[in-house]
Nanobody
Framework: QVQLVESGGGLVQAGGSLRLSCAAS????????MGWFRQAPGKEREFVAT????????YYANSVKDRFTISRDNAKNTVYLRMNSLKPEDTAVYYC????????????????WGQGTQVTVSS
């Protein structure tokens, strides 16, 4: 049974940092691309970042580029999202997702999803 479990969300002031983690089980994470998406209240879920299984390929949404960093530790079957210089508009539920093979910025390409973790940035 595939499980993706996110952690690390919380309340932080604007300008602060958080690191999200996503622990994968039941799938060979080393051959899966991983992604982070987010959904703010009243908005559709949107792409944040994705990383290939070798970590040599990474893509970011323009809104988070140069502030967020995605990484992975295949030995621990875990993907991370380091978020710096957080803004109130980063407030959302953040979801981890996995798909076979290559990276993608489209949520419909992802087969497995976590339950999400709430990130709230106060002004």
């Amino acid at each position: 049974q595939v499980q993706l479990v996110e952690s690390g969300g919380g309340l932080v002031q604007a300008g602060g940092s958080l690191r999200l983690s996503c622990a994968a089980s039941g799938l060979p994470a080393s051959i899966y691309a991983m992604g982070w998406f987010r959904q703010a209240p009243g908005k559709e879920r949107e792409f944040v970042a994705t990383i290939g299984w070798t970590a040599s390929i990474m893509y970011y949404a323009n809104s988070v580029k140069d502030r967020f960093t995605i990484s992975r530790d295949n030995a621990k079957n875990t993907v991370y999202l380091r978020m710096n210089s957080l803004k109130p508009e980063d407030t959302a539920v953040y979801y981890c997702a996995a798909r076979r093979h290559s990276t993608s910025t489209f949520e419909n390409d992802y087969e497995y999803w976590g339950q999400g973790t709430q990130v709230t940035v106060s002004s």
